[in-house]
């Protein structure tokens, strides 16, 4: 039986800061984009889910020295604090420590109670070669794939009956907020992927995830969950 690493949430009492105005549209060269460092885990083996008080979800993933933890309203790298005894992580006024029985986050509003309830092992670049960033959704099921090496999106949609690879460019990149758009580099099939840095649940399985995304292709919109892969 393993032991998991009890990590605190962020509470939908704490907002983020305004995001900052999205810059101008980008034209993809010849190689992939640099996506923004929110949406992998780093080199944290796994995703952590948590349900907390008041009703909510969260992930967390533990990268060696910070803590990342994605809420509805974004994602924050937190670091080690010094402390007697046991685990304490920090960003500003926000914090949290271990638990016998999960974790507490402490903010100027006060304490969140937060217990882990689902562990997924991350993608790797061996289970997904050649891949920097995978998504997937449900009824109907669909994927997409992001090359490591080149503006390249493979769709697979409707439980695999359509599938295309396609060139994209990039029209939003926002690292700060870990907010990507890309749009499609052909005009005779047009579509539109946005990447969110957000906490994601599959609506089926229920497995932790650090992106929101949304595709938008051929007149339908497909929603699911994404994760960044490292090499």
Do not use: K
Not at 100 to 119: F, N, T, Y
Not at 161 to 169: C, D, F, G, K, V
């Amino acid at each position: 039986m393993f032991r998991l690493h009890v990590f605190a949430a962020l509470g939908l009492s704490l907002l983020l800061a305004a995001c900052a105005t999205a810059p101008a549209p980008i034209t993809s060269d010849a190689h992939a984009p640099l996506l923004p460092s929110t949406l992998f885990p780093g080199d944290a083996e796994a995703f952590v889910a948590w349900r907390c008080s008041p009703d909510q979800g969260v992930v967390t993933a533990g990268p060696e020295g910070e803590l990342r933890v994605w809420s509805t309203h974004g994602a924050w790298r937190l670091t080690p604090a010094v402390v007697a005894s046991g685990e304490r992580f920090e960003q500003g006024e926000l914090s949290f420590r271990n638990t016998a029985d999960g974790a507490i986050v402490e903010s100027p509003r006060g304490q969140l109670a937060c217990q882990a309830s689902m562990r997924r092992l991350a993608l790797t670049r061996e289970q997904r070669p050649g891949v920097m960033f995978h998504a997937r959704g449900n009824e109907p099921g669909w994927t997409a794939s992001l090359a490591h090496d080149r503006p390249e999106v493979f769709l697979s949609l409707d439980h695999g009956s359509r599938e295309q690879r396609l060139p994209y460019r990039v029209t939003q990149m926002d690292n700060e907020a870990g907010r990507v758009v890309l749009a499609s580099g052909r005009g005779d099939t047009p579509f539109e992927l946005r990447i969110e840095a957000r906490a994601c649940f599959d609506d089926m399985s229920g497995e932790p995830f650090p992106a929101r995304v949304t595709l938008n292709v051929g007149g339908e919109q497909y929603r699911g969950c994404g994760q960044g892969i490292a090499p």
